[in-house]
């Protein structure tokens, strides 16, 4: 089994451009995270989704967008990137909200 | 997260106890979990605990729930090298969002 699979790894972006993480999972799970980590900060919440066609912001979701049309996908978009989203970025799955999260590798970005 | 807390750093020696300590905040959380991540990569459960409970064990693992307090421990025996990592607990608080604390940095020394 894939699990929670992320792409790129490692990308490096110029202040203003644009760019979506893609996240996909192959365990019929309802609800996907994405949460970015930054040194000292922990987890932050970005936008999570209970199911396809549906999405909702968390703690920090400004700078970002997300959709979800299937159950499998739920890509990330920074429009205007800027060097304040210079972090690794993780997606999770789980099959109901008090449930085990299955994350992926993680998602490093740098913006200069 | 919202407010969950836990200290930054842990330094042990190898064989020694180690005990990582987090508060949390939304009393009405049904389970209460610690996740373990290892240098580049992700997050994996550890153990977790139901909130009904107080205390659980499993194997060198002993988690340590006082609701009173919204404080959660995770006790690790024996602690080895390969602990060495950084721990997290989390919380599902409501409006299905999924807290994570600050993460505390294991580190074993042989």
């Known amino acids: 089994n894939a699990g929670v699979t992320q792409t790129p790894k490692f990308r490096i972006l110029k202040i203003g451009q644009s760019m979506t993480l893609q996240c996909t999972q192959d365990m019929n799970h309802n609800y996907m995270y994405w949460y970015r980590q930054d040194p000292g900060m922990g987890l932050k919440l970005i936008y999570y989704s209970v199911g396809a066609g549906i999405t909702d912001k968390g703690e920090v979701p400004n700078g970002y967008n997300v959709s979800r049309s299937t159950t499998e996908d739920f890509p990330l978009r920074l429009e205007l990137a800027a060097p304040s989203q210079t972090s690794v970025y993780f997606c999770?799955?789980?099959?109901?909200?008090?449930?085990?999260?299955?994350f992926g590798e993680g998602s490093r970005l740098t913006v200069l | 997260g919202e407010d969950v807390e836990q200290s930054l750093f842990l330094s042990v020696r190898e064989g020694d106890s180690s005990v990582i300590n987090c508060t949390y905040t939304?009393?009405?959380?049904?389970?209460l979990y610690w996740y373990k991540q290892e240098p580049g990569a992700g997050l994996q459960l550890l153990t977790y605990?139901?909130?009904?409970?107080d205390m659980k064990q499993d194997q060198r693992l002993t988690v340590l729930l006082n609701k009173k307090d919204k404080h959660l421990s995770l006790r690790i025996a024996d602690t080895q090298t390969g602990d060495s990592a950084i721990y997290f607990c989390?919380?599902?608080?409501?409006?299905?969002?999924?807290?994570f604390g600050t993460g505390t940095s294991l580190t074993v020394i042989p």
């Open positions: 999770a799955s789980s099959y109901a909200y008090t449930g085990e999260l299955f």
């Open positions: 989390a919380e599902p608080q409501t409006g299905n969002q999924f807290y």
């Open positions: 605990i139901f909130s009904n409970m």
């Open positions: 939304d009393s009405s959380s049904t389970y």
